[in-house]
């Protein structure tokens, strides 16, 4: 069997969560809806979104599972799951890549949406 996230989202932090992926363009395509978020966190997901940009993508589900939401194998359940396809080749973001991407964002300097993601994701528990 594939892994889950085990995630502990209601309804309304998906909603939530949904603005956040949108307002900060985090995939290509445009207007996730939260049915979408939804079914990437049961690993189902009814499309295969683009990453936009592999940092801020990884850098979402980083913080989501510091703040206990999902599962600390996360990288895993994206990758075994065939969840996202890469912004750089029009292949599935695999465990390399994610490991990759977050190491990358924990050595830099977190302004801008980095850091707008952080302060949105913190503010999750309120919704």
């Not at 995939?27 to 189902?44: G, V």
């Not at 999902?70 to 490991?99: C, G, H, M, Y």
Request: charged share 25%.
């Amino acid at each position: 069997t594939l892994p889950s996230f085990e995630h502990s989202l209601t309804d309304s932090q998906m909603d939530y969560l949904a603005g956040i992926i949108n307002e900060l363009h985090i995939f290509r395509e445009a207007d996730i809806t939260t049915e979408q978020i939804k079914s990437i966190f049961n690993c189902s997901p009814s499309v295969v979104l683009t990453s936009k940009n592999n940092r801020l993508l990884a850098h979402l589900f980083d913080q989501l599972s510091r703040r206990g939401y999902i599962t600390e194998n996360w990288q895993a359940v994206i990758a075994k799951n065939r969840l996202f396809k890469s912004s750089q080749k029009d292949d599935f973001l695999n465990q390399n890549d994610l490991s990759t991407a977050t190491n990358k964002v924990q050595d830099m300097d977190k302004d801008g949406k980095y850091n707008k993601l952080e302060v949105y994701i913190k503010n999750l528990k309120e919704h």
